[in-house]
Nanobody, 127 residues
């Protein structure tokens, strides 16, 4: 079992930067793929960014490409989402997720591929 705890959300202004952190505990995290999802009110949960077990294999949604960066520190069992140039449309609850299986050559893209979920952290971007 893996427990995920997100932190770093809050209220910011458009153009600001925020770094979300996800702390994993319970088992070795280095062999798991991880992702950041978000869900805005009235909308479905969507994958924002994902990171494979192998370095350099990442995925970004088109809406955040060039502004968000996902990274991981396996020694600390942490995954991060650096969010720059935030826009009001980035307002959502952000969830960290991890897989049970090891993804070495691709990033998992669908909700069903992720086995562990955090409780979420709210990010609100004011205009």
């Amino acid at each position: 079992q893996v427990q995920l705890i997100e932190s770093g959300g809050g209220l910011v202004q458009a153009g600001d930067s925020v770094r979300l952190s996800c702390a994993a505990s319970g088992r070795t995290f280095s062999s798991a793929a991880a992702g950041w999802f978000r869900q805005a009110p009235g909308k479905e949960r969507e994958l924002v960014a994902a990171i494979s077990v192998r370095p350099g294999i990442n995925y970004y949604a088109d809406s955040v490409k060039g502004r968000f960066t996902i990274s991981r520190d396996n020694a600390k069992n942490m995954v991060y989402l650096q969010m720059n140039s935030l826009k009001p449309e980035d307002t959502a609850v952000y969830y960290c997720a991890a897989t049970r299986a090891a993804y070495y050559y691709r990033t998992p893209r669908s909700n069903s591929e992720y086995d562990y979920w955090g409780q979420g952290t709210q990010v609100t971007v004011s205009s």
